[in-house]
């Protein structure tokens, strides 16, 4: 609502037909008018917000733990340019045209997984166990391993009478040559291991590679930007595209921050748990989904299950070399209700992308072209936050038959999401390349920066 607001706010301010310039005022004459209006350059607007753009797509993103084994002769080259190279073009750059083309999916992933780590931190009940260790058990924090051959090992010690899987090792041996087998999640791993091998919480903070002072630079960079924005609300000036564009995103930040506050950022080792080589990892997640149907239903399902964030339910750990990319920890009720209030907020960052409906546009088709843009992105997330709650009704239900008014809203939800999905991508593509090829010819009153001493008490 707040955020529905401020794009009200902003919409009637910036398109006002008083201003404090008149918009056929030569800039030298605004540049000599005793400093009643100070000037900021093109390159001051596209670079605050592309840093801030930045900000929100690479640096709030708290990946997984992408786990890559270790090699036992490698060469220079592949170490310090091959490798990192594949890294930034396999994992960290799909990361960030995620964040930058659907950014409300990663603020429900973020979402997801803080709700999970949540109900982590209650189920293992350990002295100092906090939220931090949920979310390290689920971005793939521990390993399972396998010592090499005929390497001596001791059982770790379990509180009941029933012989231990999990060993540490007794000799001296080199640990590349353990073998890395998978991840772990958190019913593989039982809680007397956990209370043993797991790091302290001072340990996993220690292993992110941000603290929350660089958390809270971002967070105030971010914020800076925001009042800014509301600030030429207020004195009626302009906004660019680029700078609504950028507002959308900085909006939705602070919620990624706020889900994401308590998970370590950047981790790349976890940590190692041992087994014997004559023991092998059980699928501990229950009866795993499979895809089923032609390619056509298929596809319905994958664009559905994702959507509601429910892909977990079909993936097997057990056979993975690192975490998934997107991997929450599980499935539930609760991860549906992320997915709905995420949903919610994602309308909110399309509507605020109407900030710029009356905005004056270099020609008719851009105009129209940012319209239809700006409704896609509020309907396309809307469709997901009804087929969210349509789930979540459902789940509350004692029978399990399904009431008729749900299957006549829910199919029609389902085919506009599948056929509108592509569209939603086309709009996000459409408003950033608009608000940069929308820079050629901007009014002169988006040159005039804030006076900020009216905001300053005086008499």
């Not at 596209?46 to 997984?64: K, Q, R």
């Not at 220690?206 to 809270?216: A, M």
């Not at 308590?262 to 041992?274: A, I, L, M």
């Amino acid at each position: 609502m707040l955020i529905l607001l401020l794009t009200y706010y902003l919409a009637q301010s910036a398109h006002s037909e008083a201003g404090p310039i008149p918009a056929s005022i030569d800039v030298r004459d605004v540049a000599s008018c005793d400093g009643q209006y100070s000037q900021r350059s093109l390159a001051n607007i596209v670079w605050s917000c592309l840093s801030t753009i930045f900000l929100c797509t690479w640096v709030a993103v708290h990946p997984n733990v992408h786990f890559r084994a270790e090699k036992q002769t490698e060469r220079w080259t592949e170490k310090w340019l091959w490798d990192p190279l594949l890294e930034i073009a396999t994992y960290k750059l799909p990361l960030f045209l995620w964040a930058l083309l659907v950014p409300e999916y990663i603020l429900a992933w973020a979402a997801r997984q803080y709700i999970q780590a949540g109900v982590i931190r209650e189920k293992g009940k350990l002295p100092g166990w906090k939220r931090t260790h949920g979310h390290f058990m689920i971005m793939g924090g521990f390993h399972l391993f396998r010592l090499p051959d005929n390497a001596p090992s001791v059982p770790l010690p379990l509180g009941s009478l029933e012989p231990s899987e999990f060993v540490i090792p007794s000799s001296r041996h080199s640990r590349i040559h353990e073998i890395p087998v998978c991840p772990l999640t958190f019913k593989d791993v039982p809680v007397d291991v956990l209370e043993i091998i797991a790091p302290t919480e001072t340990e996993l903070k220690d292993r992110g590679k941000s603290d929350v002072l660089t958390k809270i630079i971002v967070l105030v960079q971010t914020l800076w930007f925001v009042i800014q924005c509301i600030a030429r609300g207020s004195q009626r000036l302009p906004l660019t595209e680029l700078e609504v564009v950028t507002l959308a995103y900085a909006t939705l930040n602070f919620f990624i921050y706020a889900f994401w506050w308590d998970k370590p950022r950047n981790v790349e080792c976890p940590v190692r748990v041992y087994k014997t080589s004559m023991v092998s990892n059980k699928e501990s997640e229950g009866q795993l989904e499979e895809w089923g149907g032609n390619w056509a239903s298929r596809g319905v399902q994958k664009i559905l299950i994702y959507s509601i964030g429910g892909q977990d339910s079909y993936v097997k750990i057990s056979e993975k070399h690192s975490i998934p990319m997107f991997w929450s920890g599980g499935t539930g009720a609760n991860l549906t209700n992320a997915g709905l209030g995420s949903s919610i907020l994602g309308s909110a960052f399309g509507a605020i992308h109407c900030i710029a409906w009356s905005s004056e546009f270099p020609s008719r088709p851009e105009l129209v072209l940012w319209r239809i843009s700006c409704v896609s992105m509020i309907i396309v997330p809307f469709l997901v936050a009804i087929i969210c709650a349509l789930i979540m009704a459902y789940q509350q239900m004692e029978n399990e038959e399904l009431p008729w008014w749900m299957v006549a809203i829910f199919v029609p939800c389902v085919i506009l999401l599948f056929l509108s999905a592509w569209l939603y991508i086309a709009s996000r593509i459409a408003t950033l390349v608009i608000a940069f090829t929308n820079l050629r010819s901007l009014p002169l009153a988006a040159f005039t920066s804030v006076d900020w001493t009216t905001f300053i008490p005086h008499i």
